[in-house]
């Protein structure tokens, strides 16, 4: 980005502004002093804003969105789409169309119906229309190429607005607020500043000194875009190296592949003896074991039926009965015991009721 330097604004003009009786007081910072009823403005200022400006319009160019170019100014018009042109930016140098930023669907189906009549006149069908059809035609054209033929590229929204005169475009930036679109714009001393994010104080009545301010905006973009091209370029360059180093390390990991196979075979067929080994092993073990079952019941035939007796419950059988003997032999102790204090109880009954007597 080339230097900015005071002396190529000083001789451009830019420091001419109003007169002081229509100032904004908000321009009252970036002015530098009063001069035969006219404010100069502050040329380092300037200097610092469009460099400020310029990093941020470069940024934004290498992104890849685009920055739209408004001024309708007849001093402006030419200069503004000679020079956006080089750059291959959209810019609006007629009337501003109404709801060109929140109406943008209807600005695209209008550059839609301009490049559908393109397309009649290439295949042909233009031809069949009537002579008065034709002129109809025509005159639609040149409107829609007049008024929207700069922006028949921009399929989105712009990344940014640059305006030259925001009094004059005061529809343009509305339209970006209420969108959120950040403003850069040339600012005299007549207007508001604060309704612009990146404000260049700059005289933007004077060819020269717009000629100037375009010039340093426009290098700005350029290198941006030049940033975005070199930034692909870079991109494809490694995309293409990607492929070809792919296809090398493929072939030298072949022969390691190679060799891999067989190993690998190896471990299958070692894996698959060792599940077979076990499985007849296990075979063997169950053969055995029913061998020695069968062995021990032809042994002892005759304990089955002495399982079957239950020897436990015969036992448990026994018990009662030897408690039964128990308590018989132990019965007549007990009843002798019982019965003798009965009879002592029935005669002390006896006597107490003859002496109640």
Request: overall charge negative; aromatic content about 4%; charged content about 35%.
């Given at each position: 980005m080339s230097k900015i330097e005071v002396k190529d604004l000083l001789d451009a003009g830019v420091h001419?502004?109003?007169l002081t009786r229509k100032w904004n007081p908000n321009m009252a910072p970036y002015i530098y002093m009063e001069r035969?009823?006219?404010?100069?403005?502050?040329?380092?200022?300037?200097?610092?804003?469009?460099?400020?400006?310029n990093e941020a319009l470069s940024k934004i160019a290498a992104s890849g969105r685009k920055i739209l170019f408004v001024a309708t100014k007849k001093q402006a018009k030419d200069i503004v789409s000679e020079k956006v042109a080089n750059v291959n930016m959209p810019y609006i140098t007629e009337r501003w169309p109404g709801g060109m930023?929140?109406?943008?669907?209807?600005?695209?189906?209008?550059?839609?119906?301009?490049?559908?009549?393109?397309?009649?006149?290439?295949?042909?069908?233009?031809?069949?229309?009537?002579k008065?059809?034709?002129?109809?035609?025509?005159?639609?054209?040149?409107?829609?190429?007049?008024?929207?033929g700069s922006i028949s590229d921009m399929t989105r929204l712009p990344g940014a607005l640059f305006i030259v005169d925001i009094r004059r475009e005061h529809i343009a930036?509305?339209?970006?607020?209420?969108?959120?679109?950040?403003?850069?714009?040339?600012?005299?001393?007549?207007?508001?500043p604060r309704d612009v994010?990146?404000?260049?104080?700059?005289?933007?009545?004077?060819?020269?000194?717009?000629?100037?301010?375009?010039?340093?905006?426009?290098?700005?973009?350029?290198?941006?875009?030049?940033?975005?091209?070199?930034?692909?370029?870079?991109?494809?360059?490694?995309?293409?190296?990607?492929?070809?180093?792919?296809?090398?390390?493929?072939?030298?990991?072949?022969?390691?592949?190679?060799?891999?196979?067989p190993a690998k075979k190896k471990t299958k067929a070692a894996k698959k003896e060792v599940v077979e080994e076990v499985a007849a092993v296990e075979e063997a073990v169950e053969e055995v074991t029913a061998e020695e079952v069968v062995e021990e019941a032809k042994a002892a035939p005759v304990e089955a039926p002495a399982k079957a007796e239950k020897p436990a419950k015969a036992k448990k059988a026994d018990k009662p009965a030897k408690a039964k003997k128990a308590v018989e032999a132990a019965a007549p102790a007990e009843v002798v015991e019982t019965e003798e204090p009965a009879e002592d109880?029935?005669?002390?009954?006896?006597?107490?009721t003859k002496k109640e007597k």
């Open positions: 001419f502004g109003h035969n009823g006219i404010h100069i403005i502050n040329l380092y200022k300037s200097v610092a804003k469009i460099e400020e400006a930023l929140t109406n943008f669907v209807t600005i695209r189906k209008a550059v839609k119906k301009m490049a559908a009549i393109d397309k009649m006149k290439a295949d042909g069908t233009f031809n069949t229309l009537s008065k059809e034709k002129l109809q035609v025509d005159r639609l054209r040149a409107k829609l190429e007049k008024n929207l930036v509305k339209e970006a607020q209420k969108l959120n679109i950040p403003i850069f714009a040339m600012v005299d001393t007549n207007a508001d994010d990146y404000v260049i104080p700059a005289n933007d009545d004077a060819s020269k000194s717009i000629e100037k301010i375009m010039t340093l905006v426009t290098e700005a973009v350029a290198e941006g875009l030049k940033e975005r091209q070199k930034d692909k370029a870079d991109a494809d360059a490694a995309a293409t190296e990607g492929e070809v180093v792919a296809p090398t390390i493929a072939e030298e990991a072949a022969p390691a592949v190679e060799e891999a196979k109880a029935v005669e002390d009954t006896d006597e107490e």
